[in-house]
C-alpha cells in the first residue's frame, strides 16, 4: 500500500522559515507528480505547488516567489520550502502524488492518487 508521510510543520513567527517533507513509501513503479495543498480554518482545500517527474513547476499566485517546491527522485520525497511566512499562510498543509504502484496485493498495481495525513503549519507571534 502507498502512503505519504509528512513531516515539518510546526510554529514559526511571521517572517520565518520552515521546510517541509513528504516521503512515499510502499511498492511504487512509478511516481508521476508531487504537490502541496494546504486547507486554512473555515475555508476549502486549495493547490499550493506541484512539481512533475521532469521537474516542471506549477505555483499558486500566492505563493510565487515565497515557496519553493522540489523533489529528490532517489528518495521519492518532495520538499516545500516556505520563507517569509505570514499569518495568513497558517494552515494543514497536505501532500499529494499521483502513482503508479501497488494499492494491494489482491488488486495489484494500479494508477493511484494518494494524500498525506496533513501537517499543521501556525504562522503567529
Known amino acids: 500500500q502507498v502512503q505519504l508521510v509528512e513531516s515539518g510543520g510546526g510554529l514559526v513567527q511571521p517572517g520565518g522559515s520552515l521546510r517541509l517533507s513528504c516521503a512515499a513509501s510502499?511498492?511504487?513503479?512509478?511516481?508521476?507528480?508531487m504537490g502541496w495543498y494546504r486547507q486554512a480554518p473555515g475555508k476549502q482545500r486549495e493547490l499550493v505547488a506541484t512539481?512533475?517527474?521532469?521537474?516542471?513547476?506549477n505555483y499558486a499566485d500566492s505563493v510565487k516567489g515565497q515557496f519553493t517546491i522540489s523533489r529528490e527522485n532517489a528518495k521519492n520525497t518532495v520538499y516545500l520550502q516556505m520563507n517569509s511566512l505570514k499569518p495568513e499562510d497558517t494552515a494543514v498543509y497536505y501532500c499529494?502524488?499521483?502513482?503508479?504502484?501497488?494499492?494491494?496485493?489482491?488488486?495489484?498495481?494500479?494508477?493511484?492518487?494518494?494524500w498525506g495525513q496533513g501537517t499543521l503549519v501556525t504562522v503567529s507571534s
Open positions: 510502499g511498492r511504487i513503479l512509478r511516481i508521476n507528480h
Open positions: 512539481i512533475t517527474s521532469g521537474g516542471n513547476r
Open positions: 499529494n502524488t499521483g502513482v503508479f504502484g501497488e494499492a494491494t496485493p489482491t488488486l495489484g498495481y494500479k494508477s493511484l492518487e494518494v
